[in-house]
């Protein structure tokens, strides 16, 4: 471990403050901990006029609860957000299945939250026990028994007990750690795109399953909404390479009546991969996030993964560090992979395989499948379990 005397001191170090990372920061920060923040770039500025951003989440009441909590959903709703009361999965257009806030005496079952929003609003509650390093970026780690030193690209270098890594799949610091990772590419990728609709603000979102990939869309403020379109990964990229009017004309063309005469205004595309670490911590780093893990984006559950590791492990450190404890010990960083790892690994085989069984156009599968959502459709019980799943109940 290095000597040297300007090595800058703080309670925990965290790498990334998007989401996930930024959201650990404050519930830290906020009960007196000295949190150091490393983020490569700053989220942009907000305006009622600015476009949506591309990449958005579904944040159901669970996260919601716990971002009203930390004080950032008050925040939020000063900008932008769009609530959904409905839920709606079909095959065929006419064969729908419709899961309802009221279903289980909620006002809402989600919202639509841009990424970029929601971290600004995380970001402008940074009070004075976080100091943010950005733009900056981790080029070294050495661990002791006791505390951790992170270098950073300006020369920098930071010494706490703990160093959080929640920058994402591609986590350099998770890397650094020593920590391997399993997953796979899948054989698909997602276009995703902002539109304008000719009807106001949608209080649904749907997903129809067709044997090429799921196809869905999610409501938007006002009169646009954000589509996506899962398909296999050439066809994606030729898709994203058209211009914004002949995009428009393949998702009438490809997509069922609900979508009815949208516009595209911009679109993106992106690989889709599972990747699980093999473990969330080593010494005295451990991982949040999609730096711990990838989900399938089918049912949008992946942010929501983020902020319930983001909660355990910021109740964990507070309760040690109140109780003088050791905020990076191997018995805290036990008990955060005990409970979220298993958790994690659940929803990633439920997707998947959920992915198998919609992704299919096997004749008996296809049977199942129908069976199963005219099931649904007619069973309260059904439609009240899957609800709760939806907005984050146990």
């Excluded at 989220?43 to 609860?65: C, G, K, M, Q, W």
């Excluded at 299945?97 to 995380?122: C, M, P, Y």
């Excluded at 989900?295 to 450190?317: R, S, Y």
Aim: with cysteine; aromatic share 8%.
């Amino acid at each position: 471990m290095s000597s040297n005397t300007s090595i800058k001191q703080f309670d925990i170090s965290i790498v990334g403050g998007g989401m996930v990372g930024a959201a650990i920061a404050l519930a830290l920060s906020q009960v007196g901990l000295q949190v150091a923040l490393i983020e490569k770039q700053a989220p942009p500025e907000f305006t009622p006029e600015s476009a949506p951003d591309l990449r958005v989440s579904s944040i159901n009441l669970a996260s919601e609860a716990w971002l009203t909590q930390l004080g950032t959903w008050q925040v939020l709703a000063q900008m932008r957000l769009c609530p959904y009361q409905r839920l709606q999965a079909f095959e065929q257009p006419h064969s729908i299945v419709t899961f309802n806030a009221a279903d289980i005496k909620r006002s809402h079952l989600g919202h639509i939250v841009e990424n970029n929003v929601l971290q600004l609003a995380l970001w402008q509650q940074f009070g004075a026990n976080l100091t943010l390093f950005c733009p900056s970026s981790v080029t070294a780690l050495e661990q002791s028994a006791d505390s951790t030193v992170v270098t950073l690209d300006t020369g920098e270098q930071l010494s706490s007990k703990l160093v959080v890594a929640a920058d994402g799949g591609n986590s350099q610091l998770r890397q650094l750690a020593g920590i391997g990772t399993n997953g796979w590419q899948y054989q698909q990728a997602c276009l995703v795109a902002l539109v304008n609709t000719p009807y106001p603000q949608q209080d649904v979102t749907w997903q129809q399953f067709t044997p090429s990939g799921p196809k869905a869309f999610l409501p938007l403020c006002g009169e646009q909404g954000s589509v996506v379109w899962y398909e296999e990964a050439t066809k994606v990229k030729q898709l994203a390479a058209l211009s914004p009017a002949q995009l428009t004309q393949q998702l009438i063309n490809a997509f069922p009546v609900q979508i009815g005469e949208v516009e595209v205004v911009a679109s993106s595309w992106f690989p889709l991969a599972r990747m699980d670490a093999n473990r969330y911590y080593a010494g005295r780093v451990v991982l949040a996030g999609d730096a711990a893990h990838t989900i399938n984006p089918l049912a949008g559950q992946g942010v929501n993964l983020g902020f319930a590791d983001a909660k355990l492990l910021t109740e964990l450190i507070i309760d040690a560090w109140r109780h003088n404890g050791d905020i990076g010990s191997e018995k805290l960083l036990q008990r955060y992979q005990r409970k979220r790892k298993p958790a994690n690994l659940l929803m990633m085989s439920a997707m998947d395989g959920f992915y198998q069984v919609f992704g299919n156009d096997i004749a008996p599968l296809r049977t199942v499948r129908q069976l199963a959502l005219n099931v649904a459709a007619r069973s309260m019980l059904l439609k009240t379990l899957v609800a709760r799943y939806a907005v984050g109940s146990e």
